[in-house]
Each structure stands twice: as C-alpha cells, then as structure tokens.
C-alpha cells in the first residue's frame, strides 16, 4: 500500500485564497497523513474548524502551534500558557495528535510534533535579549500580542526540556517537526535581520542529529525553502501569506512529501 506523509504549515486560513487552497487539500491514498507546523489562524474557533475539516479527509492529522495560534487579545477567555491548553484539548478532542501526545510512528519513523518556542537567543553576540528587542527595527506582533501574556524564556526553556527528555526516550529515526526552525541557517534568508529574534532558540541546534532525524519540518519564515545543516535538511513548508513571492529556486513541493512509503 502506498502512503505518503505531508507536511504544510503556515496556513493563515483568515485570507480567503488561503482558505481555498486548504479546503482542497486532499490525500492522494488512502492511508495518507498531514502534518500542521502551525499558524493556521489566529482565533481558536478557526484553528478547531480547518483542522476538523483535514482530520475528515487525512487517516493522521499531527500539529504543532505557531506563534498566530498563541497569539492574544484582552477580551479572549483564555491567554497565555491557558490557550496552548484549550488549543490542546479541543484539538484532541477532535483527534488531532498535539506536542502533549504520544509521538505517532509512520512506516517505521517517529514523527516527533515539537514546541520549542523562542527565546531571543538568535540574536547578535554581546547583546542581551532586552537590548536586541528594543534595538529591532523590525518587531514581530509577538511583542503586543504575547509578550505582556506569558514569559516567553521561561516557556521556552520549559519546552525545551520537555521535549528532550521526550525525544530521548526514542529510538530509531525521526522526523522532528516544530513551527519555528530548530536552527538558525534558515533565518539568514529574511529581508528584515532583526526578525530572527522571534524565530527560534539556540537551545534546539543539535537535536537533529542528537536524535537522529531524518529531517526536520519547520514553517514560520514564509520562506518555501530547504537549509541542509550538518548533513539534514531543515524544511520551511510554509503556506504563507497570499501576496507573498519566492524566486523560483527556493520553492518546495507543497504539500510537502516528507516521506513516502513503497
Ligand atoms: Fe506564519
């Protein structure tokens, strides 16, 4: 039986061409899986509804948040570390596999739905995240909209460990899969440099190799391109925002087939 793994991220379904590209996501074979490597709304509603629709149409539906997920307003019941909860619970419920699951296994390979977070720690040497922040240029919405919420370096560096002591107890390959890139090649792409500070943590640099990966998934920087970093390629399989251009060199196959079985 043939299978094939995809992955898609970055799905920003609030634009209506988005939301028509996802609704024709489809599997090619029965037996077909998608993973989700976050942002695909904002609002929680919105997040459940996308993915009940894939989790009708794909046999696995694997996710992990994106920074658009956790993002805040004050009149929102739930914020902070209690919204990645409720995110949690109601993605469950409808059977979609979360960062809080047991990590799946496809034709013999972990799939390992990861959430590191961001620490500021991709930032200039000799700089403190405070001064690297302040000094951006280039804010990302974070700021305002997670920032006052939750302590995003405590989070992160909770994540962290959870994640390895979670990955270190399997064996065999992997494919890790987190919404921001687990090293800090990719972001060297960006137009706006200061950007990198709200894309990923230092803390995550060797866990491709450490844990044996065969690749590793990513989304975030809208940027459709493949980084090979010691020898593993690190892939943004972002969706993007609709009036967003790549030359034609960087793009990836999307939905992207991480993996296909004979
Ligand atoms: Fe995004």
Redesign the pocket.
């Known amino acids: 039986m043939t299978a094939t793994l995809w992955a898609v991220s970055?799905l920003?379904v609030t634009f209506p061409e988005n939301q028509a590209i996802v609704d024709g996501l489809s599997p090619r074979h029965h037996g077909d899986w998608l993973i989700v490597a976050g942002?695909v709304a904002e609002r929680i509603p919105d997040v459940v509804r996308t993915l009940r629709g894939l989790v009708a149409r794909f046999d696995t539906v694997i996710w992990v948040p994106?920074n658009?997920e956790l993002f805040n307003r004050r009149t929102d019941r739930f914020n902070g570390r209690s919204r990645y909860r409720v995110l949690v619970g109601q993605l469950r419920a409808i059977g979609v596999i979360t960062p809080e699951d047991p990590f799946p296994v496809f034709g013999g390979v972990t799939v390992c739905p990861l959430f590191a977070l961001y620490d500021y720690s991709f930032r200039p040497p000799g700089v403190s995240a405070r001064q690297a922040v302040d000094r951006a240029v280039v804010k990302l919405d974070d700021e305002i909209a997670i920032a006052p919420y939750v302590d995003v370096v405590q989070w992160s560096a909770e994540r962290v460990e959870y994640s390895e002591r979670r990955l270190a107890a399997v064996t065999g390959p992997k494919i890790l899969v987190n919404h921001w890139p687990l090293v800090v090649e990719p972001t060297r792409r960006l137009r706006a440099p200061d950007i990198a500070l709200w894309c990923g943590t230092t803390a995550t640099r060797d866990w491709a190799v450490k844990y044996n990966a065969l690749l590793a998934i990513h989304?975030?920087l809208?940027i459709p391109a493949e980084t090979r970093v010691d020898g593993i390629s690190h892939i943004d399989v972002?969706l993007g925002y609709p009036f967003e251009q790549h030359p034609p060199h960087l793009r990836r196959p999307w939905p992207f087939p991480a993996l296909e079985l004979p």
């Open positions: 970055d920003h942002d994106g658009h989304g975030h809208h972002s």
